[in-house]
Nanobody, 129 residues
Framework: QVQLVESGGGMVQAGGSLRLSCAAS????????MAWFRQVPGKEREFVAS????????NYADSVSDRFTISREYAKSTMYLQTDSLKPEDTAVYYC??????????????????????WGQGTQVTVAS
C-alpha cells in the first residue's frame, strides 16, 4: 500500500514562494505517474500539475504553467511543487496523487482526479493580498 504525506504549506504574501513536498512510502513510487491537485471549499478538486514515471514529461494547468514547477527525487521517494509568484487565487488545500500503473515511463494520465488511484491528506496554502 502506498502512502503520501504532503508538507510545506503555509501563509505567504502575494508574490511570494513556497515549495510543497510529497513524501511517498511503498514500492511503487518510482514507477508511478504523480500529480498535484488543489481544492477550495465548495469547488471541485482542480488539476495543477503532473509528472511522468520517468520525470521526462510534465503537464500544467494554464493558470500555473508560468509560475509552478513540478519535480521528483527518486532517492528520497519525494515529489515537489515549487510555487512562485503566488496569487490570492492560489489559496487552497494542495493534494498530491499517484497512479499505480503507467502505460510507459513517459506517459501522463489525464489531468483529472479520476485518473489517479491514491491521495495524500493535503496541505493548506494561503496567499494574502
Amino acid at each position: 500500500q502506498v502512502q503520501l504525506v504532503e508538507s510545506g504549506g503555509g501563509m505567504v504574501q502575494a508574490g511570494g514562494s513556497l515549495r510543497l513536498s510529497c513524501a511517498a512510502s511503498g514500492r511503487t513510487f518510482s514507477k508511478s505517474a504523480m500529480a498535484w491537485f488543489r481544492q477550495v471549499p465548495g469547488k471541485e478538486r482542480e488539476f495543477v500539475a503532473s509528472i511522468s514515471w520517468s520525470g521526462e514529461n510534465t503537464n500544467y494547468a494554464d493558470s500555473v504553467s508560468d509560475r509552478f514547477t513540478i519535480s521528483r527525487e527518486y532517492a528520497k521517494s519525494t515529489m515537489y511543487l515549487q510555487t512562485d509568484s503566488l496569487k490570492p487565487e492560489d489559496t487552497a488545500v494542495y493534494y498530491c496523487a499517484g497512479r499505480l500503473y503507467s502505460v510507459d515511463s513517459s506517459w501522463l494520465p489525464a489531468p483529472n482526479r479520476y485518473a489517479f488511484d491514491y491521495w495524500g491528506q493535503g496541505t493548506q496554502v494561503t496567499v494574502a493580498s
